[in-house]
Structure formats: C-alpha cells, structure tokens
C-alpha cells in the first residue's frame, strides 16, 4: 500500500497549485486520506483531510480557507488544490491514509499520524516571496 504525490513546483508568494495523490495497487475510494507536509528539521504537520466518502473535509488552521481537499472516484485520485500561497508553505508534500477511522477531525493532531500508511515520495513545493 503506497501513495504517491506529485504537482509541486515553485511559485510566487500569491500563487495556486494543485498537487495529486494517487493509489498503486488498491483503490482510495474507501479510505480517508490525508494531506501532510513536512521541513527539513521540522516536524510533520497535517494539513488538510478527506473522510471516504468525501463529504467531509478538515484542515489545519493554518490553511484553513486557503487550501481545498477533494477526490475523483473514477480517477482514484485525491486533491489538494492551494490558493494564496505563502513562503511559509514551502515544504515537502506528502499523502497517506487511515484506513481504520471515516472521519478525521484529528489531522491537526501529531498523535493521530500513527494511524496513517501508504506514505510514499513526497512532492516539493516552494513559495517565494
């Protein structure tokens, strides 16, 4: 069980990027996914979450209202679309899911980030000012 991210780059303070998060071998259809993202020499933080079904969402106060989370069952495939980007959202990218919980209103927790799996190679991206 492993996810991929991919879609980083390198924009300007203000800019969007859309970053994809697909399955290899089994289906994301039935399983909450969440978005993380990472600093060297930093600890990992959870971003942004989707339960299975996508009808809910969750994020992280820090992106609260900038970023969205959303996925296409026919393409097996999860989004993070994000808007007004700041310096301060450089980092590495990464997906993963919680097969064990539908819901995940914890993503903002560190204690919850056991839960999840399928952490592949994560996706840079780097905002300048």
């Known amino acids: 069980v492993q996810l991929q991210a991919s879609g980083g780059g390198s924009v300007q303070d203000g800019g969007s990027l859309t970053l994809s998060c697909v399955a290899s071998g089994f289906t994301l259809d039935y399983r909450t996914v969440g978005w993380f993202r990472q600093v060297p020499g930093e600890e990992r933080e959870g971003v942004a979450c989707i339960t299975k079904s996508g009808g809910r969402t969750y994020y992280s106060p820090s992106v609260k209202g900038r970023f969205t989370v959303s996925r296409d069952a026919g393409k097996n495939t999860v989004y993070l679309q994000m808007n007004s980007l700041i310096p301060e959202d450089t980092a590495v990218y990464y997906c993963?899911?919680?097969?064990?919980?539908?819901?995940?209103?914890?993503?903002?927790?560190?204690?919850?980030?056991?839960?999840?799996?399928?952490w592949g190679q994560g996706t840079l991206v780097t905002v300048s000012s």
């Open positions: 993963a899911t919680d097969p064990g919980h539908t819901a995940c209103p914890y993503i903002s927790d560190p204690a919850s980030y056991i839960w999840f799996s399928g």
